[in-house]
């Protein structure tokens, strides 16, 4: 298994489960069953932590109890947190509304974040280093650790060279239309020089990727039986891709199209396992099911 830096947020998920879809203007009843961890960069690490990898996060959590408990969980979940810091204030908090159809909303109460870019990233000896991170000024940093690591970064943020990276994934809900529909162009301006496949997640539309030299692949949706809560889907998404591409980082970085497309499937595959389960990330479990299938 792979060396696996994480770069993203940290949060406690606090649940509220509702009665009835949400609508404007309406009156609801719910059921608190929280707190959870959560948070982009937590719910990736803790899934490729399930699947074996070695897997370092590098982000920041507050001063305070819920940040002390944050740690613990990511411990707990076999992830190395000494790339984590924790600053003075209130630790990232989220409230979650999920209603019976298992769609959610998010509503950010609290956020901490790093003001510059985790120099120590570039120490931390990755084989492949995800990046789930609105943080800003990252790009001269990412453009160094992807002169020797594979990089995979999220968007947006959509700053030119704002996200050096050999994979670019996004989700077509965070993207403008025209950007969603021909997203090339966008990877080209945030990765620079180093962009070999922009991937885009489209929900019941399976997902995409398409080659810096314009070659398009596409996956399909995995079946979902029933959808339970659709809480981090897209990081499991990213999660199941990341782990397919550290399996052979050498191709990874050259871009290989048989690789990217076991990697899409994965993804897939791992982002239908999210909606169909309870929680913010994928449960070992779930993973470690998903893997031996895999294997078959």
């Not at 298994?1 to 009156?27: F, K, T, W, Y």
């Not at 769609?103 to 000896?125: D, F, H, K, M, W």
């Amino acid at each position: 298994m792979a060396r696996i830096a994480v770069v993203g947020s940290v949060a406690s998920d606090e649940i509220i489960l509702l009665s009835e879809p949400l609508r404007e203007g309406g009156h609801f009843d719910g059921r608190a069953v929280g707190p959870r961890l959560g948070g982009g960069g937590a719910n990736t690490a803790v899934a490729l932590a399930a699947a074996g990898h070695d897997v370092v996060l590098v982000g920041a959590v507050g001063a305070d109890e819920a940040g002390a408990w944050q740690i613990r969980c990511l411990r707990d979940a076999g992830i190395d947190v000494s790339a984590m810091v924790r600053l003075p204030g209130a630790s990232t908090r989220s409230l979650l509304l999920i209603d019976p159809d298992g769609e959610r909303t998010i509503v950010n109460l609290t956020r901490i974040q790093e003001s510059e870019a985790p120099e120590r990233l570039s120490g931390l000896g990755a084989d492949l280093v995800y990046v789930r991170s609105r943080v800003a000024g990252l790009g001269a940093l990412l453009s160094r650790v992807a002169e020797a690591t594979m990089v995979v970064a999220h968007v947006p943020p959509l700053a030119a060279g704002g996200r050096p990276a050999q994979v670019v994934l996004g989700s077509a809900s965070d993207l403008d239309g025209a950007i969603a529909s021909d997203p090339l162009p966008m990877a080209q301006s945030v990765a620079g020089r180093h962009l070999r496949w922009v991937v885009v997640t489209r929900g019941a539309g399976g997902s995409d990727a398409v080659a810096a030299g314009g070659q398009l692949l596409r996956v399909p949706a995995a079946a979902v039986e029933r959808v339970v809560d659709t809480t981090g889907a897209g990081d499991s998404f990213a999660a199941g891709l990341c782990h397919v591409l550290s399996g052979d980082v050498a191709a990874a970085r050259a871009g290989d199209p048989a690789l990217m497309a076991a990697a899409l499937a994965e993804g897939a595959r791992w982002g239908a396992a999210k909606v169909g389960c309870a929680g913010s990330a994928l449960p070992p479990e779930v993973v470690r099911a998903l893997m031996a299938f895999s294997a078959r």
